[in-house]
């Protein structure tokens, strides 16, 4: 037993989780009955009833309270977390055939308007030699973008079906703050991190200066879109002006998305291993500040395992079985609200979206 809790807190700290931590919710897993086994994750083996129930009476203050009153009472207290998560906003335990996603499903999903990065573009080249890491870090970095993206085309593709003054309004502003604090966060430690090790490391001055320039051509819509999902409250969301500001938003940040895996493909005129270090180095800092609750079940619902890169699957960042179990019987229930927005479940599986909007991605 103590080699098993050593494992997996080794597991859990490249995720910033304190191995105080990472014991507590291990004896939660344990206690829950879950395999760590990364095969097929079954089903929940609570009922959605005993759950329920557990969550209306750890809730209720007035014993007179009716139940249905308690989960709403529940549900309101935004920012802060609920014992047990109601089990009708909780997400559906993983299918045993490995795929929801349906082809068929009604469109649009998380990959529209913004187009998915598919292909790094290295096979074209001649120039990079086989195996050099510099086609590994376009990749990761291809995943990366990819992760934002679909954040992005699912906020925007479900803006307009959720109604103004709701619940769903409140999670929805608090789901599009995460999804703003993930792209402002990715470029900082671009520009405060990785960029400054990469000059040092090649020589080049300005090797990153058309990167820096494309952040700044899309600062002033990323700035729109902070103030109004910090700003706005559901009693005055616009559906409508948030996809207008995200328009104004996606075609320039796709640009550079798309851009900057080709200047990654040019790092391979350097040494292969000194920039599997820059990499390594990078990864390590830019995870000092990851808040486990709000960070991680945002870009694990927005992985799709399914997903393809140069023709291969090629998923990152690699996260741990258990790191996926503890994420959706634990870390989502603090913010549970939020998740149904993801267009993939915590185990990588592509899912309809909750909130399609009406005819389609615009009105």
Known sequence: ??????????????????????????????????????????????????????????????????????????????NGPCAIPPANRAFSAPSKVGRIYDPNMAKPWADTPMSLISETG???????????????????????????????????????????????????????????????????????????????????????????QEHKDFDEGLEMFRKF??????????????????????????????????TLLDLAK???KKLEEWWSDTGKKAQKDLDVFQDAPLMLGCIDSTFKMDGDSRLFPPIPAPIKYLSKYILEWRYSGRWRFNPCDTFGNPRPLAFPNPGGSKL
């Not at 929940?44 to 007035?62: E, I, K, P, Y």
């Not at 679909?150 to 999804?179: E, M």
């Not at 999902?229 to 796709?254: C, N, W």
Request: glycine share 4%; hydrophobic share 35%; charged share 20%.
């Open 1 to 78: 037993m103590t080699r098993y809790y050593r494992a997996l807190c080794l597991q859990m700290q490249p995720f910033g989780i304190s191995n105080r931590a990472a014991v507590w919710m291990t004896t939660s897993h344990l206690c829950l009955n879950l395999p760590t086994s990364t095969s097929t994750p079954p089903r929940f083996q609570a009922s959605r009833n005993s759950r329920s129930v557990s969550f209306r009476a750890l809730n209720r203050t007035n014993p007179s309270e009716s139940a249905s009153t308690a989960s709403k009472n529940c549900r309101q207290q935004q």
């Open 122 to 212: 290295y096979k074209e080249r001649s120039d990079i030699p086989p195996g050099h890491f510099a086609i590994t870090a376009a990749q990761n970095m291809a995943n990366l973008h990819n992760v934002i993206i679909r954040g992005f085309n699912a906020s925007y593709n479900q803006c307009l079906a959720v109604k103004l003054d709701t619940v769903d309004a409140s999670d929805f502003l608090l789901y599009n703050r995460g999804l703003y604090k993930s792209i402002k966060t990715h470029h900082d430690v671009e520009e405060e991190i990785s960029f400054p090790s990469l000059v040092k490391l090649t020589g080049v001055q300005d090797i990153m200066d058309q990167n820096i």
């Open 270 to 272: 350097y040494d292969s």
């Open 229 to 262: 999902v910090f700003e706005t409250d559901a009693k005055s969301y616009d559906g409508k002006r948030l996809q207008e500001i995200m328009d104004i938003m996606f075609p320039v940040l796709h640009k550079h998305l798309v851009g900057e895996i080709r």
